[in-house]
């Protein structure tokens, strides 16, 4: 499967982004789908996940409360909410899928997308 991340760009601290993951080329709706962040001079790191039935969700503690995961199986888009953002936040995003069940470690998802900026000014 193929994914395109859209939606970054530039914020201030308080206001929201919608990120996008666009997939095609498989049954989206047969995968789970995860963000991941890459702050600057930092490891990439887990962010969300949600089932390929959108029936379950998972986050980090970090924006826990503050973003929500979603998905359209009919649309073959993922989508991350952002709202309350903090200059922590800044990062290259990067939507991931794997088979069916939802995982928060990058090494166990088989498709990236190739990631989009965020970057939230105080």
């Known amino acids: 499967v193929q994914l395109q991340a859209s939606g970054g760009g530039l914020v201030q601290a308080g206001g929201s982004l919608r990120l996008s993951c666009a997939a095609s080329?498989?049954?989206?709706?047969?995968?789970?789908l995860g963000w991941f962040r890459q702050g600057p001079g930092k490891e990439r790191e887990f962010v969300a996940a949600i089932t390929w039935t959108g029936s379950s969700t998972y986050y980090a503690d970090s924006v826990k409360g503050r973003f929500t995961i979603s998905r359209d199986n009919a649309k073959n888009t993922g989508y991350l909410q952002m709202s309350s953002l903090k200059p922590e936040d800044t990062a290259v995003y990067y939507c991931a899928a794997r088979p069916f069940t939802l995982r928060t470690v990058d090494k166990e998802y088989d498709y990236w997308g190739q990631g989009t900026q965020v970057t939230v000014s105080s």
């Open positions: 080329g498989r049954t989206f709706g047969n995968y789970a």
